[in-house]
């Protein structure tokens, strides 16, 4: 399925059922999309331009030939810097999928543990080969036994560039009001909340509950809920749920509102997403 997002940008994305991996290849100019995260791990080669993003608190540049590497719930954006804009390729590996498989194929990963990637950027032409070979085995529907083989490959030389951490590891304690206003947003995240209502679950007043809470998260709490929101989207239309009753479970004024949130995080409207996740029609 191929998404027109504007001009001459274009997405072109599946889903393979039986490991519920999407893959994803795109060429955007300019603007690509606005700040977001994903719940999946996100490996990728950039094929052509400089994509640019921020991440880790860092402005990355990938270039042809190299790979890049993020990890589930890592905010980032995306432009091109240059004229004829940046294609890539990515995977989005479901965490306990990439969890599962990495514990099959090697018996001495440590239990309670999740993987984690030292660099957001790799210039290694095997680890690019690999992906390459591997994306094109998925995205093309090769034979089952070709996309275990190319997948498995992979995973193999991913585990070089790998490290484990705890899975409740944390580069560092955060603060109490951002972690109880984090909490409130999770387990509020359909209502329509405003600054007072979190300042008063925080104990602070509004402007410092932004501050400290942007601090730790890198968004602004009503960014956060927003993210929050289009994760739980993506989730809903991968069932097969039509988007103007995601809309409304999730607490967006209407299909409108989830699609305009939704193509600035991730180029495609919901109902193109949906379509190719779950091979329903458009409605």
Avoid at 25 to 33: K, N, S
Avoid at 104 to 127: I, M, N, Q, R, V
Avoid at 234 to 245: D, E, F, I, S
Wanted: aromatic fraction near 10%.
């Amino acid at each position: 399925m191929s998404d027109s997002k504007s001009g001459n940008s274009w997405i072109d994305l599946k889903l393979d059922a039986e490991t519920g991996i999407e893959t994803i290849r795109a060429h955007f100019e300019g603007h690509a999309y606005d700040p977001h995260w994903h719940d999946s791990y996100l490996i990728g080669v950039t094929e052509q331009g400089v994509q640019q993003f921020q991440c880790r608190r860092a402005l990355h540049s990938s270039v042809v030939g190299q790979a890049f590497l993020l990890e589930p719930g890592e905010i980032h954006d995306g432009r091109a810097p240059t004229p004829g804009g940046f294609t890539y390729s990515t995977f989005y590996l479901q965490p306990h999928w990439l969890e599962a498989q990495l514990r099959g194929l090697f018996e001495d990963a440590p239990s309670d543990c999740l993987p984690s990637f030292k660099e957001t950027l790799a210039d290694e032409p095997g680890l690019v080969r690999h992906i390459a070979y591997a994306f094109q085995a998925v995205h093309l529907d090769e034979l089952r036994i070709v996309r275990h083989a190319a997948l498995d490959g992979l995973l193999d030389v991913l585990s070089r560039r790998m490290h484990w951490r705890k899975r409740l590891e944390t580069p560092a304690p955060l603060p109490a009001v951002a972690i109880r206003t984090r909490d409130y947003l999770h387990a509020h995240l359909d209502q329509d909340l405003g600054l007072d209502e979190l300042a008063a679950v925080a104990g602070v007043d509004r402007f410092r509950l932004s501050r400290v809470f942007k601090a730790s998260f890198g968004l602004a709490p009503h960014a956060y809920l927003v993210q929050l929101r289009l994760s739980a989207a993506r989730k809903l239309l991968r069932q097969g749920l039509a988007p103007a009753n995601v809309a409304m479970e999730l607490g967006f004024a209407d299909q409108s509102h989830l699609g305009r949130w939704f193509r600035r995080a991730y180029g495609l409207s919901p109902a193109a997403y949906r379509k190719s996740c779950s091979n329903l029609p458009d409605r």
